[in-house]
């Protein structure tokens, strides 16, 4: 039995809903193929583009041949290389372009620091046009390392946002019943996802009610998305991987990356025991482009 990929929007709503996304697509030939491969073979339905790495073209190029992937900014202002030239933001990336991996450290100056706060408005609205250039449809906005729950660019992300008609936006909560990291991480981000939430939507932008993979970032292997979907609560959950072809991959994208299980996480999205978990949940797979229809 196969899931239901969208489909007629006067049939009444399934009760769970699933956007499955890839992250960092772009940053690797390898990563590129994975998301292909499990968007025409899997049950992959998302991909969030990094527009400046150094295979967004071909990232791009893929995305146009699948017309059923919902492809969405990643916006990268921490362990990426920029969009602008080092000489237009020369206080946040070093001489080759990349931003800082010191997301602490980042975060502080990003908050503090008006001449920064200038490059960094400079920067994101940079990548919005960049993404716009490839002429893809913008399914939904996120960032890289979910730096976007800091407050400062969060504003900038949903300001710019709204000139390139952002529709949908993660919030990168997970609910704390998944794991004790879940409940500590959910005492200290709640509050904050909480009012990301209900300044979205004021904006009516579309959002996730939970997101999975948070804690459980580079092993989300058949054995722990298998558990994710025995408890998928009902509403719209979006669920996020880092797949790659199984080929080690040369674009690190953070410096956890060598950790990741990025050949496993390939494998759980072409398994077949979790599209048929998929199917015998009723569990529909979908796009955030899909629930704005």
Request: aromatic share 6%; with cysteine.
């Amino acid at each position: 039995m196969r899931a239901y990929r969208g489909g007629d929007r006067r049939a009444t709503r399934p009760v769970k809903r699933l956007i499955v996304t890839a992250d960092d697509f772009g940053v690797s030939r390898e990563v590129n193929e994975a998301v292909e491969r499990a968007c025409r073979d899997g049950v992959l339905t998302a991909a969030s583009l990094m527009v400046a790495e150094s295979h967004a073209s071909d990232a791009v190029e893929r995305a146009r041949r699948l017309p059923s992937l919902g492809v969405g900014l990643h916006v990268a202002l921490t362990n990426a290389r920029s969009t602008l030239a080092p000489d237009r933001v020369p206080d946040l990336v070093d001489r080759e372009g990349r931003f800082d991996s010191r997301l602490v450290r980042a975060g502080v100056r990003y908050f503090a620091l008006p001449h920064v706060r200038a490059q960094l408005r400079a920067e994101i609205r940079a990548q919005f046009e960049a993404f716009a250039a490839t002429g893809l449809r913008l399914d939904h906005v996120d960032a890289h390392n979910h730096m976007h729950v800091h407050p400062t660019l969060f504003t900038m992300i949903l300001e710019i946002g709204r000139e390139f008609e952002v529709a949908a936006m993660r919030i990168p909560f997970e609910p704390w019943q998944a794991s004790s990291t879940a409940a500590a991480n959910a005492i200290v981000v709640g509050p904050w996802a909480a009012l990301m939430r209900a300044r979205l939507r004021t904006a009516r932008i579309l959002t996730n009610d939970a997101v999975f993979g948070l804690n459980a970032t580079g092993r989300l292997d058949e054995r722990e998305v298998l558990a994710i979907l025995d408890r998928l609560p009902d509403g719209l959950s979006e669920l996020y991987l880092h797949p790659s072809a199984p080929v080690s991959c040369r674009a690190k994208s953070s410096s956890r990356d060598a950790a990741y299980a990025r050949a496993e996480e390939l494998d759980a999205l072409l398994s077949p025991r979790v599209r048929e978990a998929i199917a015998v949940k009723s569990i529909r797979l979908t796009r955030y482009g899909d629930e704005r229809s």
